[in-house]
């Protein structure tokens, strides 16, 4: 009759380890997946901000007219959208991480020595990144229970969430402000330029009552 084999201790450990090792360069392809998507959409920002911005002011040349300048106002949108995708990279990144923190064990500590020693990497970039993880000392971040772990992921999410909000909220603040300043400069109107002030002071206002 045989026995049943049991795996060894030492069996148990090293797959625990392999397992850790995988997870950790799961994290960090991800990492460089992110970053690289972010890139890509900066450099598309740049390219169409200054694509508008040449244009406006060739049109301003050959009509000789600030008219063509009241396009520039989009640059706000522009930016506002970039922001945007961009909050959403990040945090579709720091979901899949700490995903991978709660269920796969894997090793924020580990994680961070690791991909901050990959000096290719833009270290601002990395650094705003690794930012939004949490921020329990590193001896005790991987050693929390499960339902610590949750409740942290969830705090997360909710501070993520609220920076989400008020993004959205200045950039769509921005837009008409924006407006009425560039409007000001190319009418030269008395009146857009008291309705810029006015928005300027309700936009100072709110920001100061939504903070509180």
């Known amino acids: 009759m045989e ?8 069996l148990s450990t090293e797959n625990t380890q392999s397992q850790r090792t995988l997870t950790v360069k799961d994290a960090i392809n991800d990492t460089l997946r992110t970053i690289e998507c972010r890139a890509r959409i900066y450099h598309k920002l740049v390219v169409s901000v200054s694509i508008l911005s040449i244009l406006s002011f060739i049109l301003c040349f ?21 922001l945007y995708l961009d909050q959403q990279l990040v945090g ?9 923190w709660r269920c796969h064990n894997l090793s924020l500590q580990g994680f961070e020595q690791a991909i901050t020693s990959l000096t290719y990497i833009p270290p601002k970039s990395l650094r705003g990144m690794l930012s939004t993880l949490p921020k329990a000392d590193n001896t005790q971040r991987d050693h929390l229970r499960a339902e610590e ?8 999410e909710e501070v993520s969430n609220r920076q989400m909000r008020q993004l959205l909220l200045g950039v769509v603040s921005l837009i008409p402000l924006f407006g009425f ?32």
């Open 3 to 10: 026995l049943p084999i049991r795996p060894s201790k030492r």
């Open 62 to 82: 050959i009509f000789r007219s600030l008219k063509p300048c009241m396009g520039l106002t989009l640059i706000v949108p522009f930016i506002g959208v970039y």
């Open 92 to 100: 579709t990144w720091r979901k899949s991480l700490l995903e991978m």
């Open 149 to 156: 772990k949750k409740e942290m992921v969830e705090n997360l």
């Open 181 to 212: 300043f560039i409007a000001t400069v190319v009418f030269r109107t008395t009146t857009l330029f008291l309705f810029f002030a006015v928005s300027v002071v309700l936009l100072v206002v709110f920001k100061k009552l939504f903070q509180s």
